[in-house]
């Protein structure tokens, strides 16, 4: 079973420039995190999806970060315009189902993201 | 509201040693709790859980006890091996939210030197 894809693994971008990331969830999970983990701290949750609709995007800064699930699949996130801050590594995550027993996270390899 | 302190790292040991990162937590409801482990270049992978008071998980040799009393769930290993080294991460899901993600530690460095 192939995993959680994400790309680009790496990213380096200057300030007030934007990026995008994208992510393909394990076949048939209905449900897709976004997670962005800053040096030296724990992943924090920026957007979940169930399917193509949001469950949960109270920690993600609207004003410059946007996501979508489109066709409840894919998923991207972006970031309009970077601040330096933003250098972390975003992870996406998905579960077969957030509502059932069988609501464990697999998570992707991540994407870097520098900001200079 | 929801979250997890965890021992802070780095802890180096030597093979065979015994292992503990304490975790402790918050939650306003019924959690369920998690230790995810980071390979060197890899993604974060759950290692055991535990969903209801009392119950213990329990994978590869590491074991964690739900502790509702002391709002616990320390993680143990008799004996570790080099390839244990990692960065393991204690987190908790609170589902009464309506939600399911998952709130984190900071993480501890595991090194296990031969």
């Known amino acids: 079973e192939a995993g959680v894809a994400q790309s680009p693994r790496y990213k380096i971008i200057e300030k007030r420039q934007s990026v995008a990331f994208w992510c393909n969830p394990i076949?048939?999970?209905?449900?897709l995190y976004w997670y962005q983990q800053i040096l030296g701290q724990g992943p924090k949750l920026l957007i979940q999806f169930q399917n193509n609709g949001v469950v949960d995007d109270s920690q993600l800064p609207k004003d410059r970060f946007s996501a979508e699930r489109l066709k409840g699949v894919d998923s991207t996130l972006k970031i309009q315009p970077a601040k330096l801050e933003d250098s972390a590594v975003y992870l996406c995550a998905s579960s077969l189902d957030q509502g059932s027993a069988s609501y464990e996270q697999y998570f992707g390899p991540g994407t870097r993201l520098t900001v200079t | 509201g929801n979250s997890v302190t965890q021992m802070e790292g780095p802890v180096t040991l030597s093979e065979e040693a015994f292992l503990t990162i304490n975790c402790t937590y918050t939650a306003t409801g019924y959690p369920s709790l998690f230790w995810y482990v980071q390979y060197p270049g890899e993604g974060l992978q759950l290692l055991l859980k535990a969903t209801k008071a009392d119950d213990k998980g329990s994978n590869k040799g590491f074991e964690a006890t739900y502790r509702k009393e002391t709002t616990s769930f320390h993680l143990e290993k008799g004996s570790v091996q080099v390839s244990d080294s990692a960065v393991y991460f204690c987190?908790?899901?609170?589902?009464?939210?309506?939600?399911?993600?998952?709130?984190f530690g900071t993480g501890t460095r595991l090194t296990v030197i031969p």
């Open positions: 076949s048939g999970h209905a449900t």
């Open positions: 987190a908790l899901s609170d589902r009464q939210t309506g939600a399911n993600n998952l709130f």
